[in-house]
């Protein structure tokens, strides 16, 4: 297939971080026209600005739309040698948006590599499934009275069980392009990369918990206070560098602004976008919610989960979600003069690890290569018209 343009559909702005991992620098050093189309109008884009550093690139990368009907414009203008990558939830995207992919000549599908284990399938009641059915439903019932692609053209993804739940999907007409997880793309990246510290620790994945930006951006209230947050953390952090002898060590969360305030964690080292290396050479990690905790079952890393009472209920079950995918419950390190047993927070097991990978991380028939260089190497081999 000789492409002309790959256009990534995405919701948040663009910052140097998705570059990367969304395979745009790599596309752009094989000599491939990229565009990217923000639509973050759908998610108060002017707020996304405020609180967001966004990568600006030189030249006409980067569109930004307004509103819906100028995006349907320019999707009705795509050609046949066009490729589409959605960067968002297939539910995200309203119908007349999906309407007008449909009878565009573009190829177009769904990213959707994952992240971390889909908390959201852990939360459906009876009422959400049923509004899901009735959603699909709707989708094909007006894609066949209307004679558009019922199903997607395309699905790039990790494994089977990373494929969207909600989206029209046919295994006979929609290409599954299966990679992996973006996580295994850096432990690919990172196999012969030199240590970043010379000496035993303990990694503490941070998720920036108290000052996440998305709070603000959604409008949300704050999970919990940081005066409530920190100074547990750092006794438990006290206490676990007591027993064991070796500092806990600060992977710093991607969104962070620890340079911009007082070190929160009483000095300990804090460390930004080298998660992966630090995790592998760790002796093991402490952990809440971080979407890095894939890099423990990818290392093999003893994982505990750490649990403050004080936390709101919500992001409380998001962590016993995640602890119970690696046979974990989660400590509750808010409890005084709780006594822990060290032997059974750090067993791991095998049948979870091994479980979550494969539904998760990695399918056992994937290539052992970068994402995007197995989605452009399927690009070239594709006939489509």
Same mark, same amino acid.
């Given at each position: 297939?000789? !492409?002309?343009?790959? !256009?990534? =559909?995405?919701?948040?702005?663009?910052?140097?971080?998705?570059?990367?991992?969304?395979?745009?620098? *790599?596309?752009?050093?094989?000599? $491939?026209? !990229?565009?990217?189309?923000?639509?973050?109008?759908?998610?108060?884009?002017?707020?996304?600005?405020?609180?967001?550093?966004?990568?600006?690139?030189?030249? @006409?990368? &980067?569109?930004?739309?307004?509103?819906?009907?100028?995006?349907?414009?320019?999707?009705?203008?795509?050609? +046949?040698?066009?490729? #589409?990558?959605?960067?968002?939830?297939?539910? +995200?995207?309203?119908?007349?948006?999906?309407?007008?992919?449909?009878?565009?000549?573009?190829?177009?599908?769904?990213?959707?590599?994952?992240?971390?284990?889909?908390?959201?399938?852990?939360?459906?009641?009876?009422?959400?499934?049923?509004?899901?059915?009735?959603?699909? @439903?709707?989708?094909?019932?007006?894609? #066949?009275?209307?004679?558009?692609?019922?199903?997607?053209?395309?699905?790039?993804?990790?494994?089977?069980?990373?494929?969207?739940?909600?989206?029209? =999907?046919? &295994?006979?007409?929609?290409?599954?392009?299966? +990679?992996?997880?973006?996580?295994?793309?850096?432990?690919?990246?990172?196999?012969?990369? @030199?240590?970043?510290?010379?000496?035993?620790? &303990?990694?503490?994945?941070?998720?920036?918990?108290?000052?996440?930006?998305?709070?603000?951006?959604?409008?949300?209230?704050?999970?919990?206070?940081?005066? $409530?947050? *920190?100074?547990?953390?750092?006794?438990?952090?006290?206490?676990?560098?007591?027993?064991?002898?070796?500092?806990?060590? =600060?992977?710093?969360?991607?969104?962070?602004?620890?340079?911009?305030?007082?070190?929160?964690?009483?000095?300990?080292?804090?460390?930004?976008?080298?998660?992966?290396?630090?995790?592998?050479?760790?002796?093991?990690?402490?952990?809440?919610?971080?979407?890095?905790?894939?890099?423990?079952?990818?290392?093999?890393?003893?994982?505990?989960?750490?649990? =403050?009472?004080?936390?709101?209920?919500?992001?409380?079950?998001?962590?016993?979600?995640?602890?119970?995918?690696?046979?974990?419950?989660?400590?509750?390190?808010?409890?005084?003069?709780?006594?822990?047993?060290?032997?059974?927070?750090?067993?791991?097991?095998?049948?979870? *690890?091994? $479980?979550?990978?494969?539904?998760?991380?990695?399918?056992?028939?994937?290539?052992?290569?970068?994402?995007?260089?197995?989605?452009?190497?399927?690009?070239?081999?594709?006939?489509? +018209?």
């Amino acid at each position: 297939m000789t !492409i002309r343009n790959i !256009i990534y =559909i995405v919701e948040n702005p663009p910052d140097q971080r998705d570059f990367e991992r969304f395979g745009i620098n *790599y596309l752009l050093e094989q000599k $491939e026209e !990229i565009k990217i189309w923000d639509i973050s109008f759908i998610k108060r884009g002017d707020i996304f600005d405020t609180f967001y550093q966004v990568e600006k690139k030189e030249g @006409k990368i &980067i569109r930004k739309f307004k509103e819906e009907q100028e995006l349907v414009e320019a999707i009705q203008k795509l050609g +046949s040698k066009d490729v #589409v990558v959605i960067v968002l939830p297939y539910s +995200s995207l309203r119908k007349e948006i999906w309407d007008a992919l449909s009878f565009s000549k573009a190829y177009y599908g769904l990213l959707n590599n994952g992240g971390l284990c889909p908390m959201e399938y852990f939360h459906w009641n009876l009422i959400r499934l049923l509004r899901l059915v009735r959603h699909v @439903k709707k989708f094909l019932k007006n894609r #066949v009275k209307t004679k558009g692609k019922i199903f997607l053209p395309f699905v790039l993804t990790g494994t089977r069980h990373t494929l969207p739940k909600d989206a029209p =999907i046919n &295994i006979r007409k929609t290409d599954i392009i299966y +990679s992996h997880n973006f996580d295994y793309d850096i432990y690919l990246k990172n196999i012969n990369k @030199k240590p970043v510290l010379q000496y035993k620790y &303990i990694l503490f994945l941070d998720c920036f918990l108290p000052h996440h930006p998305d709070y603000n951006i959604l409008k949300r209230e704050k999970p919990v206070e940081p005066e $409530e947050y *920190y100074p547990h953390l750092n006794l438990f952090f006290q206490k676990v560098e007591k027993h064991f002898g070796f500092p806990v060590v =600060i992977a710093a969360h991607p969104r962070s602004y620890y340079e911009k305030m007082e070190n929160p964690f009483e000095g300990r080292l804090i460390l930004r976008k080298e998660t992966a290396v630090l995790v592998r050479d760790s002796e093991f990690v402490l952990s809440q919610m971080s979407f890095s905790s894939n890099f423990a079952n990818i290392y093999h890393k003893s994982v505990i989960f750490v649990d =403050i009472g004080s936390i709101r209920n919500r992001e409380r079950r998001q962590i016993g979600v995640q602890a119970s995918w690696f046979g974990k419950s989660p400590l509750d390190i808010g409890k005084k003069n709780k006594t822990i047993n060290w032997l059974k927070e750090l067993k791991i097991s095998e049948r979870h *690890y091994r $479980e979550y990978k494969e539904k998760y991380i990695k399918t056992a028939h994937s290539l052992e290569k970068n994402t995007w260089v197995i989605f452009h190497e399927f690009l070239k081999n594709l006939r489509w +018209s």
